[in-house]
């Protein structure tokens, strides 16, 4: 008998239809795999049956019971945990690590009043080492990295031994190796019998745990895949149209002294921060492919002026480049789009001007317009015309962007980037929690846009850095010239 059935579950909100009569079941023991482009559905069943918010009908069932959760809290005591995409939704930054593992604890009226440091040390070291997190407890966890924080998120939610585990992007920041320990932790509950729900962008995750795939498009159950699992097809299926099977290599002209050239370079202070070197023209997509925690995100930072240089130096177009700070980036046409978007370059939705129409005028307001009064018709034709250039998906200009698709929130935060004409882009991580669909939305913009700046995209996918790059580089904490056609074959 399955441990988690849904049948024919509906969501609208207003107007919009986000889930029509869907149905799923899961066994115990099985990995099911849900697919769907951005905005097809995919956040709403995971909300649904995480308790954030009912459906309009259709019902739910937990071992054979009516299962209608009135919140996360209700959903975990009964046995049904999530690992959200958003990392912010799960944990508390000025917290330690070991507070962060026991939230749920001190939520709960049978915790006793008090509980001493020791023992809280002890409890949390048993819930981190179900996923081999080894860092120290008592740290707070702003000072951990994005990788370090997205495992903390996932041994929380397995603290109560669920009987049903929801994976949103599980490994969205985390290194293969990472992944790999994430995999094997996820292995263990799977022949403890523990039903899991595995959303998930990256193709490698679901050939690596997927039993079978379902697959969901504007909020319709449109198939049901069993094994043997043919990925391309599921995802032509899932985004509606089918994927070009090639894409055509650009030839990028040298021109002397028109790009950036870096040299000797150093990141960390020590002798293990090898010196680099690089050069990236204009019109050119670099993509530097390697680990999480090698250094990609530093090396964006410090372009990006927010980083100090240890050693080394940097030019553009045959000037020094060494920004002292992001403002002055900025003024100089240099960009850069944080790895994470709702802490680098998107507003909580309690500020006015969450909107899309008003993410993308905000840092031009100076330059756009005079005197601090916002010329509002201007600023919604800029909007639309970045809707229209990057198919964000929404119904207007004024949308909160937290009520978007993860997918088309960063497409929001990718069009403000090209809201000016820009002498260089950085992008960090710009297809994390990003589906095959609008991955290749981005791919096509920023390689439309290319001509005139340096385009510089820093990824731990290698497939993603083909899907965008003329040249891709192989970095941790240096760099290793490599050709497409050599990664593709390693």
Known sequence: MPVLVA??????????????????????????????????????????????????????????????????????????????????????????????????????????????????????????????????LRAPLYTLSLATRQLVTLARALADKPAVLILDEPTASLSSAEAERLFTALDTLRKRGVAMLLVSHRLSDLKRMADRAVIVRDGRLVANLKPPLDFDGAIETMIGRALPKTRERRTVPSTANQGLQVRGLKLFSGTDSPPIDFDAARGEIVAFAGPVGGGKSRLARTLFGIEPVVAGTMTLDGKPWQPRSAAEAIRSGVFLVGEDRWNTSLFPDSVPFASIEGTLSFPFLSRWFKAGWINRSRERRQAESAIKRFSIRCNGPEDRVVNLSG????????????????????????????????????????????????????????????????????????????????????
């Open 7 to 136: 049948r024919s579950v509906s969501k609208r909100f207003g107007s919009t239809v986000a889930l029509d009569r869907f149905d799923l079941s899961i066994a115990a023991g099985e990995v099911v795999a849900l697919m769907g482009a951005n905005g097809a559905g995919k956040s709403t069943i995971v909300k649904i049956l995480s308790g954030v918010y009912p459906g309009d009908s259709g019902s739910l069932e937990l071992h054979g019971k009516p299962y209608a959760p009135a919140s996360p809290q209700e959903a975990k005591a009964l046995g049904v945990a999530t690992m959200h995409q958003s990392i912010a939704d799960s944990v508390v930054p000025a917290l330690s690590v070991a507070d962060n593992l026991l939230l749920d604890r001190f939520n709960n009226a049978a915790t006793p009043w008090f509980v001493g440091p020791a023992a809280r040390l002890e409890e949390a070291r048993s819930i981190a080492a179900q996923v081999g997190l080894d860092v120290d």
């Open 407 to 490: 997918g088309n929130q960063q497409k929001v935060v990718l069009a403000r980037s090209h809201a000016e004409p820009a002498r260089v882009l950085l992008l960090d991580e710009p297809f994390q929690g990003v589906d095959a669909g609008a991955r290749a939305d981005i791919a096509d913009a920023l390689r439309a846009s290319a001509a005139g700046r340096v385009t510089l995209v820093f990824v731990s996918a290698i497939e993603e850095a083909f899907e965008v790059a003329d040249r891709v580089l192989r970095f941790d904490r240096s760099i290793i010239e490599t050709s497409i056609e050599d990664l593709a074959g390693a």
